[in-house]
Nanobody, 123 residues
Framework: QVQLVESGGGLVQAGGSLRLSCAASGFISSGYSMGWFRQAPGKEREFVAAIRWSGVTRYSANSVEGRFTISRNNAKNTVYLQMNNLKPEDSGVYYC????????????????WGQGTQVTVSS
C-alpha cells in the first residue's frame, strides 16, 4: 500500500522560507513521478510543481517559478519543495502526490496523495 507523508508546513512571515518534505513508501518499483499541489480556502486545488524520476522538473505557470524549487532523493523516496520569498497568496494546504504517470494532470485519477500540510504566510 502506497503512503505519502508530508512534513514541514507551518506559519511564516511574508518573505520567509519553508521546506516541505514528502516521504513515499509502498511503491513496488521505481520510476514514479512526484509533485506538489496546493489548495487555498474556497479555491480549487492547483498544481505547483512536479519532478520525474529522472529529475526533470515542471512548475506551475503562475508565480511560483523562481521562488519554489522541487527536488527529490530517490534513495530516500522523498520529494522536497523549497519555498522562498513566500507571499500571503501562497497560503493553503500543500499536498504531495505521486504516480507512475508523468502527466500530473491525470494524478487526480491515477495518483497517490498525502494528507496535506498547512502553510500559512502572514503579511
Amino acid at each position: 500500500q502506497v503512503q505519502l507523508v508530508e512534513s514541514g508546513g507551518g506559519l511564516v512571515q511574508a518573505g520567509g522560507s519553508l521546506r516541505l518534505s514528502c516521504a513515499a513508501s509502498g511503491f513496488i518499483s521505481s520510476g514514479y513521478s512526484m509533485g506538489w499541489f496546493r489548495q487555498a480556502p474556497g479555491k480549487e486545488r492547483e498544481f505547483v510543481a512536479a519532478i520525474r524520476w529522472s529529475g526533470v522538473t515542471r512548475y506551475s505557470a503562475n508565480s511560483v517559478e523562481g521562488r519554489f524549487t522541487i527536488s527529490r532523493n530517490n534513495a530516500k523516496n522523498t520529494v522536497y519543495l523549497q519555498m522562498n520569498n513566500l507571499k500571503p497568496e501562497d497560503s493553503g494546504v500543500y499536498y504531495c502526490a505521486a504516480s507512475y504517470s508523468s502527466d500530473s494532470a491525470t494524478w487526480s485519477r491515477n495518483g497517490y496523495w498525502g494528507q496535506g500540510t498547512q502553510v500559512t504566510v502572514s503579511s
